[in-house]
């Protein structure tokens, strides 16, 4: 699929330039970046993970933003994502027939949401969740679209409040969870201040209570004792000097 704008209707694509800006830029950036590039970092992280090296500092600093985030034993789920856009974009741009079209991504979709919730990949139940909500509304989206895809307009109106409440059950279930966490960091952050505050107010925490109390009898103890040597001395002092 060759795609141009009003600026380059001129060029034919698979011929003169084009065929030659193809295969000195395109083709060698395809086999570097979307094929020699992810297995390279695969199989070096898979490296790593037999040798118990991806929590290392070492190796996060260099690949964490690969793997991190992700449960330690699924290192590589994302080439796994990188894969399924890939194959996204490329059942977009292909010059099939839409319905077809619509069908590869509504299975694609299926798959990769059969999979995510097989393999629960994040460390964060709030990420897993997301995940799930977006390919689920996705796919929602793309099997409404099936309807519409024979030209008949009449679909319209069935397909267009599907879309929206699919959209709009995405927006409510992320803005839920980040309302959640927020106000949980919020509250995490402000637990020390309100600590302080009452410990001013004349409210001690409750760490320092029984260190209190054990602490209390020990000097109490001690005080006597110290002030019974020191009284003793003296009368044994005194007593010598009558004596002699």
């Not at 001129?10 to 297995?39: E, K, T, Y």
């Not at 410990?199 to 002030?227: F, H, L, Y």
Request: charged share 20%; hydrophobic share 45%.
């Amino acid at each position: 699929m060759c795609i141009r704008d009003r600026s380059t209707w001129d060029i034919r694509c698979w011929q003169g330039d084009h065929l030659i800006w193809v295969c000195l830029l395109g083709i060698p950036s395809i086999l570097v970046w979307l094929i020699g590039a992810p297995i390279y970092l695969f199989f070096k992280l898979r490296s790593l993970y037999k040798e118990n090296k991806l929590e290392d500092p070492h190796s996060l600093k260099r690949f964490g933003f690969l793997y991190y985030g992700y449960d330690i034993n699924d290192y590589y789920w994302e080439f796994v994502i990188f894969w399924r856009k890939l194959l996204l974009v490329l059942s977009i741009i292909a010059e099939i027939h839409p319905a077809v079209k619509a069908l590869t991504i509504f299975l694609i979709l299926l798959l990769s949401y059969l999979l995510h919730i097989s393999i629960i990949p994040f460390n964060s139940e709030v990420l897993n969740t997301l995940e799930k909500y977006s390919l689920i509304s996705s796919a929602t989206v793309i099997y409404a679209y099936i309807y519409y895809s024979n030209g008949n307009t009449t679909w319209l109106f069935f397909v267009g409040p599907i879309i929206f409440l699919s959209f709009l059950f995405f927006v409510i279930s992320w803005g839920r969870i980040y309302i959640t966490v927020m106000f949980n960091k919020v509250k995490t952050g402000l637990q020390p201040h309100l600590n302080k505050i009452l410990k001013k107010d004349g409210e001690p925490a409750d760490d320092n209570k029984p260190e209190a109390i054990e602490d209390a009898p020990n000097s109490k103890s001690d005080e006597p004792s110290k002030e019974h040597e020191l009284v003793s001395i003296p009368k044994k002092e005194d007593q010598g000097a009558q004596d002699a």
